[in-house]
């Protein structure tokens, strides 16, 4: 079983719509949860964390944490086509809030098309 | 906010030869950086923890002896894989914690070993 693991893509949604993207995590002692977004290319950029139970609202961005479940989502309201990229959930495995290690584990990543 | 640079952005080398990138944290201090590793397709697999000051934790699977890491200051980490080959070519990113739950990432240095 993968350590973190990301709904399978790829994930076509129209403009406007709210894109959902899912990610399950092995280790239930994990503490941090992290959402990036990495452009062909380029190195990921960071959308927002989460640590505690329940919604996370940044914008357009809404993240949802459900550690019962070991299950963290993603959700774009709105999309647009510029959220066109890979989105990779990471687990920080030893960090608590506030004192993050920073090492992370990347899921494989799930591909968003937002198309016109 | 904080800025994480690599040099060199991208190197073409010949097999055999050892290539050396950077990692520098711009505006504030990292006694910790990572160094992750990401095939075609594939997400970011994380190769070491650099320690300013001590030596690096590899993670399993990855060979200290091939891929050295030195952490000399507290703004500069480098990764040197040294007698590369082809397989070896992959895009190579650092990152370096920032303050409560921030981590940076450079823009990522992509070799290729031909």
């Known amino acids: 079983q993968k350590e973190v693991e990301q709904n399978s893509g790829p994930l076509s949604v129209p403009e406007g719509a709210i894109a959902s993207l899912n990610c399950t995590y092995s280790?239930?002692?994990?503490?941090?949860f992290f959402w990036y977004r990495q452009y062909s290319g380029k190195s990921p950029e960071l959308i927002m964390f989460?640590?505690?139970?329940g919604d996370k609202e940044d914008g357009r961005f809404t993240a949802q944490l459900n550690k019962a479940s070991q299950y963290v989502s993603l959700l774009i309201r709105d999309s647009q086509p510029s959220d066109s990229a890979t989105y990779l959930c990471?687990?920080?495995?030893f960090g608590a809030g506030g004192t993050s290690y920073g090492k992370l584990t990347f899921g494989q990543g799930t591909i968003l098309t937002v198309h016109p | 906010g904080a800025v994480v640079s690599q040099h060199p952005s991208w190197v073409i080398c010949k097999s055999g030869t050892s290539v050396k990138i950077e990692c520098r944290s711009l505006d504030f201090q990292a006694t910790t950086m990572f160094w992750y590793r990401q095939f075609p397709k594939q997400s970011l697999m994380l190769m070491a923890t650099s320690n300013e000051g001590s030596k690096a934790t590899y993670e399993q699977g990855v060979e200290k002896d091939k891929f050295l890491i030195n952490h000399a200051s507290l703004t500069l980490s480098t990764l040197t894989v040294t007698s590369a080959h082809p397989e070896d070519s992959s895009f190579y990113i650092c990152?370096?914690?920032?303050?409560?739950?921030?981590?940076?990432f450079g823009p990522g240095t992509r070799l290729l070993v031909l």
């Open positions: 989460i640590y505690s139970n």
């Open positions: 990152s370096a914690p920032g303050g409560g739950e921030t981590q940076y």
């Open positions: 280790d239930r002692g994990s503490q941090s």
């Open positions: 990471a687990v920080n495995m």
